[in-house]
């Protein structure tokens, strides 16, 4: 017996289907919460556990306890005051913003020819910058090193940035962003008497305030953290950047993994704010992208 419309009955059972109906949604939601929750908390452990280690005496580094049994700050004001430390971050934060800015001028302006010009050849230029991305790192450290000791770089600023003052990834990202740009603007621009830099500068590069922000962050982070190029161009301890300064803690002290540990967590905060500067750019870009899908 099917209930009348209206009465109790029937709308019990339509709250009841209701229920039904909503319980696997809610299952869905609560499984890829959890996926979430538990992916973040395995991407926090190191970090938790670099801090852990910072405040930990030597004798306490190989308990694996989250929380010392006694904390201290002794690390921490070791590597303080610890002169070279302080060269060495003072020379990480000069090599990664300069390559950082260089990047953002020439991928940028690099990347807004190949995209909004037409020349014989265009495409054969960019796909061989493209292939530069298939030549491993480790291959070009050779070439780069005779480089350098040909033109007196070697254990110089200069010698350490120069292989990355231009990447064929940021490269291609710009381009791909340029893309979007309207070429009515371009036109416009053109019409009102701006020359090409002019237009590159006032009127694409706001517009692609998104891309520009992933790159800088990409380009900080991956010279703020380089170990390689840094460690066989350098000579002088003065010269070292944090990455290769800290390695020299494990020969000095016998490895003592809670000043390196101490040094990690102290060069995490450049790229901490470095993110936090750029992160509302990306947020915007991402936004605007969906609205325009």
């Known amino acids: 017996m099917v209930a009348a419309p209206g009465t109790p009955r029937a709308s019990s059972d339509a709250l009841l289907n209701t229920q039904r109906s909503r319980r696997p949604r809610n299952m869905g939601q609560i499984i890829r919460w959890l996926l979430l929750f538990i992916g973040g908390i395995l991407m926090i452990m190191p970090i938790a556990y670099m801090i852990s280690t910072s405040l930990k005496w030597p004798h306490e580094v190989y ?5 010392p049994d006694e ?3 002794e690390n921490y004001t070791y590597v303080l005051e610890d002169g070279r430390f302080y060269w060495w971050f003072v020379n990480s934060i000069i090599i990664a913003t300069i390559t950082t800015i260089c990047n953002l001028l020439f991928d940028s302006l690099v990347g807004y020819t190949l995209c909004k010009f037409r020349f014989p050849g265009r495409q054969i230029v960019f796909i061989a910058i493209l292939s530069t991305l298939m030549i491993p790192t480790e291959m070009l450290v050779i070439p780069w090193y005779l480089m350098s ?10 010698g350490i940035m120069f292989p990355g003052l231009m990447t064929a990834f940021g490269t291609f990202l710009m381009k791909q962003f340029f893309e979007s740009v309207p070429d009515d603007f371009i036109e ?3 019409i009102d008497g701006l020359n090409e830099l002019q237009i590159w500068w006032t009127v694409a590069m706001p517009l692609v305030k998104p891309a520009l922000a992933a790159l800088a962050i990409f380009v900080f982070l991956g010279n703020w953290t380089a170990f390689l190029w840094p460690l066989i161009v350098t000579n002088s301890v003065d010269m070292y950047t944090i990455p290769v300064g800290l390695s020299g803690f ?3 002290a016998d490895v003592a993994w809670e000043l390196i540990m101490t040094g990690a967590a102290i060069s995490t905060i450049p790229t901490l704010v470095v993110f936090l500067i750029f992160q ?7 936004v605007m992208a969906g609205l325009k899908g």
């Open 71 to 73: 904390p201290t700050i």
């Open 149 to 158: 000791q040909s033109f007196g770089w070697l254990d110089s600023y200069w």
């Open 188 to 190: 416009a621009a053109r």
């Open 280 to 286: 509302r750019f990306i947020i915007r870009g991402v």
């Open 250 to 252: 494990g020969d000095e």
């Open 63 to 67: 308990n694996v306890k989250l929380i």
